[in-house]
């Protein structure tokens, strides 16, 4: 099990709600299921105290939610705690997510709800506030990353043509792109930060500024549905400029 859930349960701080994010999602669950069995002090199998909502459609319904919630309202048979994982909760379509803040604004004492997607910013903002978000390693996510910063530290020594071969990298991760934007602003911060600490203001910081603006311009054209392809080239070539 991953350290800092480990230490919530060592320091006595469970929270009510988890999101695990991890690009893989069964280790993902691994973990979430590791974290339940420590939360609920033995074995998962038949315990009336936990369930997984999982399924083969391309949605989780908001119907599933409403009995998942019927089920919440009764108190624990077999100890002090009931659990519930959420796998792959970025199915959650919007009426599901919505339904679910109910749960996650007034949870019972006895619960904790666990989420497991690849990221976080797959559901609404409303949801990632009132759940404690904990970043399960990947190896794919630690190569996403050094992808992410290769790229960025090369940039402008790139012509167009080489800019727009990223389109690919960008491409393959298309299921986790919101999570890719954010990384590569909270990276850009980084530079920008140590640039001043190092020279103050700098071609350097002045780049990396430049790129958080397109950055951001371009997750607001993702969520608000525009042509991916579109989008990505041209943030590339906007950022190679």
Not at 1 to 23: P, V, W
Not at 130 to 152: D, G, Q
Request: hydrophobic residues 35%.
């Amino acid at each position: 099990m991953e350290k800092e859930l480990q230490g919530d349960i060592t320091n006595d701080r469970i929270n009510h709600a988890y999101f695990l994010e991890c690009s893989d999602e069964e280790k993902g669950l691994k973990e979430a299921k590791e974290f339940s069995e420590r939360l609920l002090n033995g074995k998962l199998d038949n315990n009336p105290d936990f369930k997984i909502i999982e399924t083969n459609e391309k949605i989780i319904k908001v119907e599933e939610i409403r009995e998942l919630q019927k089920e919440i309202q009764k108190k624990p048979i077999t100890g002090d705690k009931k659990v519930y994982i959420i796998y792959q909760a970025n199915k959650l379509n919007i009426a599901a997510q919505n339904c679910l803040l109910k749960t996650l604004e007034e949870p019972p004492e006895y619960l904790t709800l666990i989420l497991v997607a690849p990221s976080i910013y797959s559901v609404i903002s409303t949801v990632r506030s009132r759940v404690k978000t904990m970043k399960i390693s990947s190896n794919e996510a630690v190569v996403v990353k050094k992808e992410i910063v290769e790229f960025l530290d090369t940039l402008k020594y790139k012509n167009k043509v080489e800019v727009l071969k990223y389109a690919n990298f960008f491409e393959e991760h298309k299921d986790d792109i919101l999570e890719i934007l954010h990384e590569m602003m909270v990276y850009c911060d980084k530079k920008i930060l140590e640039n001043k600490l190092s020279d103050g203001y700098n071609c350097d910081t002045i780049t990396f500024a430049k790129y958080i603006s397109i950055i951001d311009a371009t997750e607001r054209k993702l969520l608000n549905s525009s042509n991916f392809s579109m989008a990505i080239d041209k943030m590339l070539l906007d950022m190679r400029g």
